[in-house]
């Protein structure tokens, strides 16, 4: 039954006749897929699956944000946790496969905790160059009562080789300036507005600006661990220009497809969950005419909660 909501909550939602309409674009890959029909699709399905039907060497950056080592439930799927050792083999039984679709010059960037750290770099170094570890806070959840309230996610970010792109100028983070310097009476690389005074800081591997989705934001739903578009604009603009194939395997509610074609890449996602791959069509076509990501405007990133960062409204 569809429920009714508080005016501002803007989670995604889908009317009976939306799920009929976005059930009829959902697609599995078959045998004799190629580059040309494969991209700018959602195909429900386990990855497992689908990998030997993806072409070789089509991908310029690999997203990859799996179920981390915990016992959760996934729209009735549970995933359950094992001991390290599993995991690892687990993790490695899909992730070796993916290695033929990559380019050689293809960036990765791999999503976990601290517990699936360990399982990560065993799995990453034996295929891939790591470049970094990039940890993220991530500001929801309770406190723990026994210890330190986990609130931070990681990264990391691989590259098949020793040639690959990296834009750090597209994912510069604009900081309000405590302590301006002057040179010659005139700001020192920072600017005055009537807003404040800023600086456009170089991208870090500490990322303090990221607002998980919640129910007032347009981009929300119910998945579980869904990723904010603001996280993924930064992995794709740094690693990736216009045009280029962004390739998700675990892609949930849509977040990587969403922002690749908000930004003018092309991607290719695959989700076993019915439901989520609904919500990704669905996001995917209000995208058709609202490009905005909260947090990201005018080509500038922004610190959390800044007035500059809200999106533009798109006048139809």
Not at 58 to 68: A, G, K
Not at 120 to 136: D, F, G, M, P, S
Not at 221 to 246: C, F, N, R, W, Y
């Amino acid at each position: 039954m569809e429920q009714s909501k508080s005016p501002k909550n803007r989670t995604i939602t889908l009317t009976s006749e939306e799920r009929e309409h976005f059930r009829t674009s959902l697609q599995t890959l078959v045998q004799g897929t190629n580059v040309d029909t494969v991209l700018n699709n959602i195909y429900r399905q386990d990855c497992q699956t689908a990998l030997p039907y993806l072409p070789s060497a089509f991908v310029d950056v690999l997203v990859l944000d799996p179920p981390y080592n915990l016992t959760k439930s996934f729209n009735g799927t549970t995933f359950r946790a094992r001991n390290d050792g599993d995991y690892t083999a687990w993790m490695e039984s899909w992730f070796a496969p993916m290695m033929r679709l990559l380019k050689p010059t293809a960036s990765v960037y791999i999503c976990g905790d601290w517990k699936s750290s360990a399982s990560i770099v065993a799995v990453a170094e034996k295929y891939l160059h790591i470049q970094n570890r990039i940890t993220w806070e991530r500001e929801k959840g309770r406190g723990a009562k026994a210890n330190w309230k986990n609130c931070s996610e990681d990264i990391w970010f691989c590259t098949v080789s020793d040639e690959y792109t990296f834009n750090a100028d597209a994912v510069r983070l604009r900081r309000r300036v405590i302590a301006p310097y002057r040179e010659n009476g005139a700001p020192k690389d920072w600017r005055q507005t009537g807003d404040g005074n800023f600086r456009d800081t170089a991208p870090s591997n500490l990322w303090t600006d990221i607002s998980v989705p919640f129910w007032s934001m347009p981009e929300n739903t119910d998945h579980p661990t869904q990723k904010p578009e603001k996280l993924l604009a930064k992995l794709i603009l740094a690693s990736s220009h216009a045009g280029d194939v962004v390739f998700d395997p675990f892609v949930g509610s849509g977040t990587t497809a969403v922002v690749a074609k908000k930004l003018g890449r092309r991607f290719v996602a695959i989700e076993q969950e019915e439901e989520y791959c609904l919500w990704a069509l669905k996001r995917l076509a209000q995208a058709e005419h609202d490009t905005t990501i909260q947090g990201y405007n005018d080509g500038i990133f922004w610190e959390r909660n800044s007035l500059a960062a809200q999106p533009k409204q798109h006048k139809d």
